[in-house]
């Protein structure tokens, strides 16, 4: 008797009811970016299929934001004024966890396609990340700070927002180019793709790593100074310490 109540039921809910929201099937053209000797940057491919229910396309449009997020750091960001003449450190801003890099592509500009409360919510676009600033500094002061951040890392490529960069092709397939500057920071990289429609997120949920990592003498440096900081410390001296007895004895028979 349940089991015919429930059949009925669904037989005459409303479509919306038995609606289901679509899918996303997200990759990327490299899972792994490598840096090693005269590394110029990367070009990264990130792209996927929208899988509807049915298989039947909405009328309604819907649109992507892709964001490529680099490890969270604690910063100290200086402010340099000018002093009699010479430039020193004035006031300063901590920033606890703020992204070694931030990228985010959108189909549409991010102000047509969700709202500031949502866009807020997600961290869409460079306005609206949450770097979580700390220290004494409040207010005025510290929105200066933020823009300061946020201006210095995208003139060093490591902050960027590139609206209407995403391709739709027949409202199933999309792909975006983001670009990896030769300055990146290595560590795990997340790469998220938001499903929009009529202004509300629907799929927010689809991540892929990326790990972008140094090799060869590069990777030998950092692996030296981060866990051998002692012995990569007294190399550096003696490794000094014999170049300038080399050029010392090159120019006393110059």
């Known amino acids: 008797m349940i089991g015919r109540l429930l059949l009925l039921l669904l037989a005459f809910a409303p479509a919306s009811l038995l609606a289901v929201e679509p899918k996303l099937v997200p990759d990327v053209s490299q899972r792994k970016i490598q840096i090693q000797s005269g590394f110029t940057g990367e070009r990264l491919l990130l792209f996927g299929a929208i899988i509807y229910p049915r298989g039947i ?20 960001l200086r402010e340099k004024q000018q002093i009699a003449g010479i430039w020193v ?3 300063s801003s901590d920033f606890r966890s703020a992204p070694a890099y931030y990228a985010i592509a959108s189909s549409q500009p991010l102000d047509k396609i969700v709202d500031a409360k949502t866009a807020a919510i ?17 207010g005025a ?15 060093q490529g490591l902050y960027r ?21 030769s300055s990146v920071p290595v560590g795990t990289y997340v790469a998220e793709t938001l499903l929009i429609r ?7 949920d689809d991540n892929v790593e ?4 140094k090799t060869g003498f590069e990777q030998f440096v950092t692996v030296m100074a981060d866990k051998y900081s002692l012995i990569y410390g007294l190399f550096a001296v003696f490794i000094s310490l014999a170049l300038g007895w080399i050029a010392g004895s090159i120019f006393r028979r110059i």
């Open 122 to 138: 997600y961290e869409l676009g460079l306005e609206r990340m949450q770097l979580s600033p700390s220290g004494e500094i409040v």
């Open 161 to 181: 927002q590139d609206d209407q960069s995403v391709e739709i092709t027949d409202d199933v397939l999309y792909r975006a180019y983001l670009d990896i500057p």
């Open 89 to 91: 450190n004035a006031d």
């Open 198 to 204: 009529d202004g509300r997120i629907i799929v927010a």
């Open 210 to 213: 990326i790990e972008i990592q």
């Open 141 to 155: 002061e510290q929105r200066r700070f933020i823009k300061g951040l946020v201006a210095l890392n995208k003139k």
């Open 57 to 76: 396309v909405p009328k309604d449009r819907v649109d992507v934001a892709i964001i490529l997020r680099g490890p969270s750091q604690a910063i100290t």
